[in-house]
């Protein structure tokens, strides 16, 4: 059982590129969540999927697009990247039912370089 | 909105010392409140958790309280270890969906 996972670890890109994040989990969990991670700023939410099908925005969607792929797969897309998306980017998922308090599973992290 | 506020940081003590970390909310229901920690190099894990008002979370040494009354989850432990050594985010939940997490609090412990 390898909960989230995601890939890749580290990635440098030069302003203009695109490319995505992936992002798995192997707990057959409904929703999953796409975060950033600024000095200061905590965790912010991008983009969650409550289920298979659906997506929405969370606080800071300008310059992404996701897809919910199957139940497993939620990715995130940066289709022409700016220095200010450098960050660390954390995928999660969330179990359901009462006993779930909300609590999110998290993935160990995507370090994100724009020149 | 609804937000967290946990005290500024980095936070520096010795081992064997005791251990707060502030966090105060505000939110217009009743939220499940969280801490979660996160060592260096890795994603975030769930330290402890508190859903209703005076419930206490614990987990590894540290407690929780959750203070309706002062709208307050503040973390405590009574004698820290080097390993403790981590970043901690308060983080409060309304909804089904969304975590509101506060900016987060660097403790480093020194042997």
């Known amino acids: 059982n390898a909960g989230v996972t995601q890939t890749p670890k580290f990635q440098v890109l030069k302003t203009g590129q695109s490319m995505t994040l992936q992002c798995a989990q192997d707990?057959?969990?409904?929703?999953m969540y796409w975060y950033r991670q600024d000095p200061g700023m905590g965790l912010r939410l991008i983009y969650y999927?409550?289920?298979?099908?659906?997506?929405d925005k969370g606080e800071v969607p300008n310059g992404y697009n996701v897809s919910r792929l199957n139940k497993r797969e939620f990715s995130l897309r940066l289709e022409s990247a700016a220095p200010s998306q450098t960050s660390v980017y954390f995928c999660a998922s969330r179990g359901q039912g009462a006993d779930s308090y909300n609590e999110q599973f998290f993935g160990p992290g995507t370090r994100l370089t724009v020149l | 909105g609804d937000s967290v506020t946990q005290m500024e940081g980095p936070v520096t003590l010795s081992e064997e010392a005791f251990l707060t970390i502030n966090c105060t909310y505000t939110?217009?229901?009743?939220?499940?409140l969280f801490w979660y920690v996160q060592y260096p190099g890795e994603g975030l894990q769930l330290l402890l958790k508190?859903?209703?008002?005076?419930d206490k979370g614990s987990n590894k040494g540290f407690e929780a309280t959750y203070r309706k009354e002062t709208t307050s989850f503040h973390l405590e432990k009574g004698s820290v270890q080097v390993s403790d050594s981590a970043v901690y985010f308060c983080a409060l939940s309304l909804g089904a969906q969304k975590l509101v997490f506060g900016q987060g609090t660097r403790l480093t412990i020194n042997p």
């Open positions: 939110a217009t229901g009743y939220p499940s």
């Open positions: 707990m057959n969990h409904n929703s």
């Open positions: 999927s409550a289920s298979e099908g659906t997506t």
């Open positions: 508190a859903t209703k008002a005076d």
